[in-house]
């Protein structure tokens, strides 16, 4: 992706602003007619509907609308950031990101924000963002504390958890066979987050959970250019699916042991 110039916002999405309860009330000019005859006004009745002195409030369908480009754009540059077509160390403006994208720069200025609190990602004044250089030091950090997280966690439920349920789990080691096939590393980073999620919530400890998907997302990001030719390759992604259905395997037999090498390759074959 070319970094664009910060000009023109793109042909733009049209961004509504919705009204919540209690807001965008225009008093009554003058008094009801009820009150000129004399009669005063009825209260609201108990199901709550509107009296002639209150309109209704319109519902926000253009916040929901706003929420999802954003939630769009925000998958499309995570995307770009696994694929590599947002450098490191490259700035990128939210007007031209939002030419690319056919929206406003709104919502790409929004997802940025987003990435920049991941540490995708640093806000550069007047300019845009930067694609965060990480190095191999970090990657190798990333991948011990996952370990810290994922082993302990895994051990366990290897010996409380029915084969039947982790037979359930089999589609999605498959499913990552079949995207690192591809050998498009979007596809397999997606793919691969699945089943690790899949298999940590046998757990039921959504934190650990979103946690440990936070730190693994992070750690699918590209390296810095100088050690970009060292990093993963196709063969290095059918292999790391092979682990998987591995893994499955042992899960499924209840050998605790076997889990327990296997799992330490995998986290190790990360650094």
Not at 44 to 54: D, K, L, N, V, W
Not at 148 to 171: D, F, G, K, S, Y
Not at 178 to 189: D, F, L, P, V
């Amino acid at each position: 992706m070319k970094q664009g110039a910060q000009g023109s916002a793109g042909t733009g999405v049209g961004v509504g602003v919705g009204v919540g309860p209690g807001e965008g009330r225009v008093p009554s000019q003058g008094r009801p007619a009820d009150v000129e005859r004399g009669r005063g006004v009825s209260a609201p009745t108990a199901r709550g509907e509107h009296t002639h002195s209150e309109p209704p409030i319109p519902r926000p369908r253009a916040v929901v609308q706003r929420a999802s480009v954003r939630g769009q754009i925000l998958d499309a540059l995570r995307t770009a950031l696994v694929t590599g077509e947002l450098s490191p160390g490259v700035v990128y403006s939210a007007p031209a990101l939002g030419e690319r994208f056919g929206v406003s720069a709104t919502p790409v200025r929004e997802a940025m924000q987003q990435l920049a609190q991941e540490g995708a990602v640093e806000v550069v004044p007047n300019r845009g963002f930067r694609v965060v250089e990480r190095g191999a030091r970090e990657l190798a950090e990333l991948a011990e504390v996952r370990a810290l997280i994922e082993v302990p966690v895994m051990l366990r439920l290897a010996r409380t958890v029915p084969a039947e349920r982790w037979a359930e789990l089999r589609p999605l080691a498959e499913a990552t066979v079949r995207a690192a096939s591809t050998g498009c590393r979007a596809t397999y980073a997606e793919a691969d987050r699945t089943f690790h999620r899949a298999v940590l919530a046998l757990c039921g400890n959504e934190q650990l959970v979103q946690i440990a998907d936070d730190l693994h997302r992070r750690a699918q990001w590209p390296l810095e250019a100088p050690a970009r030719p060292s990093g993963r390759g196709h063969a290095d992604l059918l292999a790391d699916a092979a682990e998987h259905a591995a893994l499955l395997d042992a899960l499924i037999a209840g050998d605790v042991d076997v889990v327990r090498v296997l799992v330490g390759e995998h986290f190790a074959g990360s650094r």
